[in-house]
């Protein structure tokens, strides 16, 4: 059973935490690796160069948007493909992102965590919601 008095507050901090997650990985990039280096990295993959900066961007933004709260179901939702290309970049890594070139229990926990926040909604003080798109009407309490 949900308790519907305090499963909002419980979303909110799913809520920052994953959009925390989604922001810090996004400054990883910047900050670490730089862009340019990003850039390198992906096309040693085969992939363009040039996606460095909408991947960047994407979680960066979705991240901040996540943390807000403004449609940060969707936004969550429409980061997946994102973390789903890097989680297939780890797989051949192993399990824990710890081992040699990362693996891929912290893209895959990211997946999950968006997919739920998805399904679940966007909690407690959230700044622009919506309701679930796609599946049914949104629960009424």
Same mark, same amino acid.
């Given at each position: 059973?949900?308790?519907?008095?305090?499963?909002?507050?419980?979303?909110? $901090?799913?809520? &920052?935490?994953? !959009? /925390? =997650?989604? @922001?810090?990985?996004?400054?990883?990039?910047?900050?670490?690796? *730089?862009?340019?280096?990003?850039?390198?990295?992906?096309?040693?993959?085969?992939?363009?160069?040039?996606?460095?900066?909408?991947?960047?961007?994407?979680?960066?933004?979705?991240?901040?948007?996540?943390?807000?709260?403004?449609?940060?179901?969707?936004?969550?939702?429409? $980061?997946?493909? &994102?973390?789903? !290309? /890097? =989680?297939? @970049?780890?797989?051949?890594?192993?399990?824990?992102?710890?081992? *040699?070139?990362?693996?891929?229990?912290?893209?895959?926990?990211?997946?999950?965590?968006?997919?739920?926040?998805?399904?679940?909604?966007?909690?407690?003080?959230?700044?622009?919601?919506?309701?679930?798109?796609?599946?049914?009407?949104?629960?009424?309490?």
């Amino acid at each position: 059973m949900i308790d519907t008095r305090s499963a909002p507050y419980g979303v909110f $901090l799913l809520r &920052v935490a994953l !959009g /925390a =997650m989604w @922001v810090s990985h996004a400054l990883l990039k910047y900050a670490v690796f *730089t862009i340019p280096g990003f850039a390198g990295y992906l096309g040693s993959l085969g992939l363009p160069a040039g996606l460095a900066w909408p991947v960047f961007l994407a979680e960066l933004i979705g991240g901040l948007l996540i943390i807000s709260g403004v449609y940060a179901r969707h936004v969550a939702l429409l $980061l997946i493909p &994102v973390m789903a !290309g /890097a =989680m297939s @970049v780890h797989i051949p890594n192993g399990w824990l992102f710890s081992s *040699t070139g990362g693996g891929w229990e912290y893209p895959g926990f990211l997946i999950v965590t968006s997919f739920a926040l998805w399904l679940i909604g966007d909690g407690a003080f959230a700044l622009r919601s919506r309701p679930l798109l796609f599946v049914g009407r949104p629960a009424t309490a």
